[in-house]
């Protein structure tokens, strides 16, 4: 008995630990560092459509898309596999897909980034973009926020030269100025737009029956004429929930027909009954521009009441006037005003087809 005792004592000695001594903790400097944890960030961007085929990235075509995950993959900000498939590994959406050539002053993409220093990221950005294309900010978003879903409403601005919507021959288009009654008849037939209509002749690669072609315009509208360089122009404004590929367009273009003379004011109903598919025409883009997103819901519900920055485009209302005034206005200014200008081709296409033909579409 006494000689197990002596080893069970023996035992329970060994296992105390010495005194004066402890296990020395590990340091934490010598911890790699814990990467930054991913977020849904926004970027906040204007940029000119000249010379991109679209918002959408498309194989061996320059787009607005590409430029940007060009410069973040420049930059580091994504890797490889990220840039191969942006949607799937960062969950990349733009809030509206801009056709070839069309310009935005207010365009919104959001993505999953660490976001850990959003002012080195906007001045880096900004140092690889060309001068027609500046991102105004990146801000961290709600973790469910979808740029493209998340919108009230788009409110997009075409600048249209007047004698665009003269019928008569003109001795100089510098000379003409929009007469009172004929810019009434502008805005009565923009007046024709806002509600719920079925905008199947005014898209394509729709299905007559297809319900999406249901689309809700808030307000739309003619400003007051300006002069630029002696150019009269009229900026059209045209609000609504979301729209389809060329119908922007195609209802400029029957706005301007129908002034014109060209249709008769019966081709809207025409149009609006979708019974069989008509010609609308469609306008150039180079006059253009997606000018607002307007963010109202997201900014109340959601931002202020949970921290996060508002997306409000107001706080741009300097930088983004100034890239109109400095960049899109002399580049539409310049695109109208030489022989072969833009409205003056598609004029002279307008003046050969009619809403029944079936000639096809103007080329951009």
């Keep these: 008995m006494a000689s197990l005792l002596r080893w069970l004592g023996n035992l329970f000695l060994s296992r105390l630990r010495p005194l004066g001594r402890r296990s020395p903790r590990p340091s934490r400097a010598a911890s790699p560092p814990r990467p930054a944890r991913p977020c849904r960030a926004a970027l906040m961007m204007m940029y000119s459509g000249s010379g991109y085929a679209g918002m959408q990235r498309q194989p061996n075509q320059p787009t607005v898309e590409g430029a940007l995950l060009d410069c973040l993959l420049a930059g580091g900000h994504i890797n490889a596999g990220q840039f191969a498939q942006p949607r799937q590994q960062l969950g990349f959406i733009t809030a509206s897909r801009t056709d070839s050539g069309v310009s935005a002053l207010a365009q919104l993409v959001t993505l999953h980034h660490d976001l850990a ?144 003379g060209q249709y008769e004011p019966s081709a809207f109903d025409a149009a609006f009954s979708a019974k069989r598919r008509l010609n609308v025409p469609r306008a150039p883009g180079l006059g253009l521009l997606l000018f607002d997103l307007n963010y109202a819901i997201y900014n109340r519900e959601y931002a202020a009441k949970l921290g996060y920055p508002t997306l409000d485009w107001a706080r741009f209302h300097r930088q983004r006037q100034e890239f109109l005034e400095q960049r899109l206005l002399p580049e539409i200014y310049a695109g109208e005003a030489c022989a072969e200008g833009s409205m003056l081709s598609w004029l002279d296409w307008l003046a050969q087809n009619h809403l029944d033909s079936a000639a096809g579409e103007a080329l951009d």
């Design 117 to 260: 220093d959003p002012g080195a990221l906007v001045r880096d950005l900004n140092s690889r973009l060309p001068d027609s294309f500046r991102v105004l900010d990146a801000v961290r978003v709600t973790k469910g926020f979808n740029s493209r879903y998340r919108v009230l409403n788009r409110t997009y601005a075409y600048y249209c030269p007047t004698f665009a919507l003269c019928p008569d021959p003109l001795p100089s288009a510098y000379a003409y100025r929009i007469e009172p009654d004929r810019l009434r008849h502008l805005r009565y037939c923009l007046s024709r737009f806002p509600g719920t209509r079925n905008y199947f002749n005014f898209t394509c690669g729709r299905l007559l029956d297809d319900p999406s072609c249901a689309r809700y315009i808030v307000n739309s509208w003619a400003d007051e004429p300006f002069l630029y360089n002696g150019l009269e122009f009229v900026e059209i404004r045209i609000v609504g929930q979301s729209f389809m590929r060329h119908q922007i367009r195609k209802m400029i273009g029957l706005c301007i027909a129908v002034v014109r």
